[in-house]
Structures are given as C-alpha cells and as structure tokens.
C-alpha cells in the first residue's frame, strides 16, 4: 500500500481531492504514508483519528498534503456542517487532500476527486493474524488487497488511473 501511495503521489497536483474507503486495517493510513513520502511532506504521516486533520507541509516546493480522518464525522445529523467546520475549503485549491472515511461525506467540497476503495481478503483468502496500518513496514504477500481506483469530474476525466500507475 505505501508503493501504491508513492506511485499515486506522482499524479497528484494541487486541489486534487482523494476519498479514501475501507475497512478497518485495510491500508488507508498505509497508502497515505505512501503519498506523503512521494510527495515530499514535512512530519511522519499517522492517522489523525484524535485530531480529525494534519497538514504536512511540502519539502520540495510541493503541495501540502492534508490528511483528515472523517470517521467520527456524522455524529450528528449535520454532517455537511461538520465538514465544513474542518474548513477543507481553505487549502483545497493549493494542497492534496486525503479523505480516510470521507465516502458519503465530503463529495461536495470537489467535483474533481480520486475515490480509493481498498479491499482486504476475506475468509480462507485473508492473512492470520490482522493488525492494523501501523503495525507492519510493507504489506506481506499473504494479506492481499484489491484497490478500485475511480476518478470523478474534468480533472480524471479520460485518465486511466490504474495504467498510469503500472508504467515505469
């Protein structure tokens, strides 16, 4: 997962906006570590479940990455005004936003966004064991992912995701 978010930062410009879904272990954490290290950010990528939203700042005259964890979002029926209380809107046009949960939440802040549905095996195809994104520094052969890569509005359209991702 953390390749794949190398590899994927190379795409990436900013006001990309990425939605990130799956369940818990999955990779989403993982795959934004991946990202911050291909795009060159200040601090160590960890999940901001307790904090809702971290920005990494550029090392290399990059755009940020801001990486918001929208899990406890929807407490209230309000969701829309929760979200825009993290007021994403304010660095969206300069920084890359990540979105772990943010399925069904944030749509409305970009017509221009990248969804990651990330799928882990299940039943006699899953790993012993689990853990969790942090526990391990590369994903092992034996717990496989399947990750479903969709872009939305102008900005993907005619952009094949997954076969820019395959060229060297």
Wanted: aromatic share 2%; charged share 25%.
């Amino acid at each position: 997962m953390r390749d794949l978010g190398r590899r994927l930062a190379g795409l990436l410009r900013g006001g990309d906006l990425l939605v990130l879904s799956g369940g818990l272990g999955a990779g989403k954490t993982t795959m934004t570590q991946g990202l911050g290290a291909g795009l060159g950010v200040r601090g160590a990528v960890t999940s901001p479940t307790f904090v809702i939203a971290r920005v990494h700042p550029s090392l290399v005259g990059g755009p940020a990455l801001v990486h918001v964890d929208a899990y406890r979002l929807g407490a209230t029926s309000d969701v829309a005004g929760e979200v825009d209380d993290l007021d994403l809107d304010a660095s969206l046009d300069e920084s890359v936003t990540v979105v772990e949960w943010g399925e069904g939440k944030v749509e409305d802040l970009n017509e221009d966004r990248l969804t990651v549905v990330i799928e882990r095996a299940e039943g006699e195809d899953a790993a012993d064991g689990g853990g969790t994104d942090a526990d391990a520094d590369v994903d092992p052969p034996s717990d496989p992912r399947t990750v479903i890569l969709r872009g939305h509005g102008p900005r993907w359209a005619g952009v094949d995701v997954a076969e820019a991702l395959t060229r060297d």
